[in-house]
């Protein structure tokens, strides 16, 4: 399996995910009333899904949420808030040209770094430097 049917599954799974955002009823009173068995009767929640929501609910976290968010730094996220950024530039601003920040990307766009990187058109520069207000 290559790297995009992995992230194909990912997406599926986000989309499946969509259907806890719209239960009808509030996972809390169904994890209270019906434990993981109740959780895992929406679609798309399995066991392990189910737990992290009991573990969500009890301790406002989950660990396999802390171990993601410890190895890669939160402010990436804040890269995906920029139009023409995607997780793949996301990625590529990172692991090729270690910009982890909204700050870093500043000083990156200014310097001229996005002609650098590939995939990033004319257009899509523009967009970018006019979201960071360069």
Not at 55 to 77: H, Q
């Amino acid at each position: 399996m290559d790297n995009p049917a992995i992230a194909r599954s990912f997406y599926r799974l986000a989309a499946l995910m969509e259907a806890i955002e719209t239960w009808p009823t509030p996972l809390k009173t169904i994890a209270a009333n019906e434990g993981v068995p109740g959780l895992q009767s929406i679609p798309g929640v399995g066991k392990a899904i189910a737990g992290k929501i009991v573990e969500l609910l009890d301790r406002g976290t989950f660990d396999a949420w802390e171990r993601i968010t410890n190895e890669t730094p939160a402010t990436i996220l804040d890269l995906l808030e920029i139009p023409g950024i995607g997780p793949k530039t996301a990625a590529t601003l990172h692991q090729k040209f270690k910009v982890s920040s909204l700050d870093e990307l500043k000083k990156f766009v200014a310097g001229g770094g996005l002609e650098l990187v590939d995939g990033i058109g004319a257009k899509t520069a523009e967009r970018i430097k006019e979201s960071l207000r360069l």
